[in-house]
């Protein structure tokens, strides 16, 4: 059912705050979007996107593409449950991904801030994890590896990481079938990564996981994204109307 715009704002508020990272040693800003009529009182909490952005980008990567209007308009339409985003700011994303450590600040810094500081309902049916470009890499390689954590799982114009194509079968076995995320892939035809979401789509199909797979017109590109935000945080909140 839609909400109730009149009695409330009708456009979602984003704010940006600064958390101090004892594992990376450097504070890390976090933007945050509270949808329309959020209510800090409202029983059972609400569910938490995670958003990661691509390199050379910033937390308002997401914002900037659209997903701020895109979630206000499924959430006043009564299309989608309302949610909550979450957008980190990567700084160093110019370091190997190998030894880094922002999943563990992710993980064990900033979702347990989130949840001491919003009314979002905890447990990992409550949590998505997506990202674009670089994010994306991330998105697969911490849901993978930490299946305990979040349901829903996003990777858009995938990269991957050197190495996670070779750990990917690994990482799927290691998951009871029971708690195997939810999946969606999507890259451009034309984009300059497209052999490497195509082989992680076919490893995959091989495992027999479940998934969505979309290869769309398109380049690596912030045209791309913008086209498909609309797309993304419906999947996303698919999940939470009808669970896994």
């Not at 009149?6 to 933007?31: D, M």
């Not at 938490?48 to 990567?61: E, I, K, P, S, V």
């Not at 370091?95 to 563990?104: K, Q, T, V």
């Not at 998951?175 to 984009?191: A, C």
Request: aromatic residues 12%; hydrophobic residues 40%.
């Amino acid at each position: 059912m839609p909400i109730n715009a009149q009695a409330c704002a009708a456009q979602g508020v984003v704010e940006r705050y600064q958390l101090e990272s004892e594992l990376l040693n450097a504070p890390v800003f976090v933007s945050v979007y509270l949808p329309p009529c959020y209510d800090e009182s409202m029983g059972g909490g609400y569910p938490a996107l995670y958003l990661l952005h691509g390199q050379t980008f910033d937390d308002r990567m997401w914002i900037d593409l659209g997903a701020v209007a895109q979630a206000d308009a499924l959430i006043v339409s009564g299309d989608a449950r309302p949610f909550l985003m979450v957008m980190p700011y990567e700084e160093f994303y110019y370091r190997e991904e190998d030894g880094n450590l922002f999943p563990e600040a992710v993980i064990d810094e900033i979702i347990p801030w989130v949840e001491r500081s919003f009314n979002v309902c905890p447990g990992k049916d409550c949590r998505a994890l997506g990202g674009i470009s670089r994010g994306a890499s991330w998105s697969m390689r911490i849901g993978l590896t930490r299946p305990d954590v979040f349901s829903l799982l996003g990777a858009h114009s995938l990269p991957t990481f050197r190495g996670d194509l070779g750990r990917l079968p690994g990482w799927l076995e290691a998951i009871p079938e029971d708690d195997m995320p939810r999946i969606y892939l999507d890259t451009g035809r034309f984009d300059p990564e497209v052999k490497a979401a195509y082989r992680f789509n076919g490893v995959l199909d091989e495992k027999g996981v479940p998934h969505e797979w979309h290869l769309n017109e398109g380049r690596h590109n912030e045209e791309y994204w913008m086209a498909h935000i609309q797309d993304y945080l419906r999947w996303y909140a698919a999940g939470w109307e009808t669970g896994k």
